[in-house]
């Protein structure tokens, strides 16, 4: 199957190049290492247009907002603003060009179709390319549905809105023949960016991508809108766009074999071997899992959903190899499959080689019928007596006791230390390696150790003291005001709590104001024998979109110079924990953490709630021992 995309067709429009870059890389990155990366390369065509309009990206990286293409026939340079020239490429696509009040006839309007219908080369471009892609799997009667196995994926991102569409963009008042498959689809990729799932934007486009490639082809197709603006912050880009895009995309890929059946089925998550991925020959993996049926974005409708029926497994090859591959039912963890979401487990017997690699696929059917997208992973078979181990113990550095911990090796192998005696045992197979602990619990801090040699027939020992968290600020907003500077409205409020029943919130009872900058304040942290810090809380926020912004800020030097961590905008839902590494804090004497709300002069809304915070790190080992040899005594050094 075929998963193709498109982006930065409209010039400005920065993040969506950058997005397909990073698609890319982060496949060819993990092709061999991550088992969904590998098959989805192994079989699938993935085929990647980062620049549909080159031309107008040159002008638009100049900082002009260049929309359309540079065609100098249409609206020349004189005559208004340069970036006025050219053809908006979205409106010169030929199917349903110039049909429904969907585009401009005006050269200098931004929504100028051009002359003809694919008069740009790069509309041709785009058109041909998918016609020798993809095959033809629909008449081209607009209301003729392309059929319920048809085959490929088309998207065409764009910024900005926060938006997933589809088909039709010529008609506003009629869904497309295969509409409830793809509004499934277009509310299950929604998911994963919160972005609304729409039919159709609020007003009519004609001779637009999707519209040629779904009415042409009967390939689905979506749009993606990005972001909250055009020339959007690295910062936004890094944090939110990205890791919440790229996910829809991995799953977008899982299902392009059949994008009108595979989404109504249940995903198969957090697949794991419970006792490792490396076993010895005829042992079997203990597999288990999550299946789940109601990952859908219902902000603009329900999707319906239904009960887990099933989930199998397949060794070495997917469910569609020919031929068809023996499957191992898992079994569900409570006795009985019989909800929308359930724990599965079963031992598997492995069979097969020894000493190679090996991939299980697994995918859940649900009580309709349809079975889901696929997830694999990869483990192997390989002799205990031979193969390369690490191993070692895990204890606290501040009692010497044993630390419960999940020890990763690369990305290879895992498992959990003994709580007991805080001993482990991993099999591997031959490499360098960073071997890392992370405890169960938030008492110790992690750590990692890189350039760990593996080596067939040996052990290499890895040892691990974990150093106890020192926790200089801890406030659950239980206790009143523990020192905080407060900007008013900022509150304790028991309208909202994570924990207990009370939160801080910079708006209670009711909507922030219009041009707030307003904030929370810690008391004075003293972290000069501290590092790794790490600031955690809960929140929960609504704000404008785009222009009243929730910003987490840090100070060095108490208060002189402020650094901003993290912000956020729009709205989340219910109460979520963020995580923010801030190295720069690592030995400050003198920090601080404030959360600041910055409004704009337009729309209010509720605000932001922030419970349960803490700073924390690991003490900086003392000094033992130190000697600059400048006052001549030597007593205490034997030779």
Known sequence: PVFFITSAIHAREYTTAELMTRFAEYLLDNYGIDADATWLLDEHEIHLMLHANPDGRKHAESGESWRKNTNENYCPPTTLHPSSRGADLNRNFSFKWDCC???????????????????????????????????????????????????????????????????????????????????????????????????????????????????????????????????????????TIFPDNLHALIYAAKVARTPYLTPSGPEVLDLRLQGGAFVAPGTPIEVGATADDTRFNNSSGTEPTGAIAAVRCSMDAPPWADPIPDFHALTASDGTFDAGVEAVEQPITTTGPADVRHTLFCQAQDNAGQWGPVSALFFWIMDPATAPHIAG??????????????????SISSGTSDPGTGAYDLMVIEGVYTVTATPIGLEHGGHSVSNIVATTGSTTTVNFQLQPFEVPLFDDAEDGNQGWTIQSPWALTNESAHSGTHSWTDSPGGNYGNNADTSLTSPLIDLSDVENVELRFFHTYTTEDGYDYAIVEYSTNGGSTWSEGARWDGSNSGWNEVVLQIPDLNGAPQALIRFRLDSDGSITRNGWYVDDITVRGTAIDPLLFADGFENGDTSHWSS
């Open 393 to 410: 113990t895990i204890t606290s550095a501040g009692d010497g006791a044993p630390v419960e911990a999940t020890i990763a090796v690369g």
């Open 101 to 239: 009040g969907g585009s401009s006839g005006t050269p200098c309007d931004g929504t100028y179709r051009g002359a003809t219908p694919t008069s740009e080369p790069e509309t041709q471009a785009v058109e041909d390319y998918a016609a020798s892609i993809f095959p033809d799997q629909r008449d081209d009667d607009p209301y003729a549905p392309a059929p319920d196995d048809a085959t490929g994926l088309y998207f065409d991102i764009h910024s900005y809105s926060e938006l997933i569409l589809w088909p039709w963009g010529f008609d506003t008042e009629n869904d497309p023949p295969n509409g409830p498959a793809l509004q499934t689809l277009g509310r299950k990729l929604a998911y994963f960016n919160d972005y609304d799932p729409s039919h159709q934007i609020w007003y009519a486009v004609d001779g637009d991508t999707i519209d040629s490639t779904y009415g042409y082809l009967g390939v689905a197709s979506y749009v993606f809108e990005l972001g909250t603006t055009f020339f959007q912050d690295c910062e936004s880009f890094e944090s």
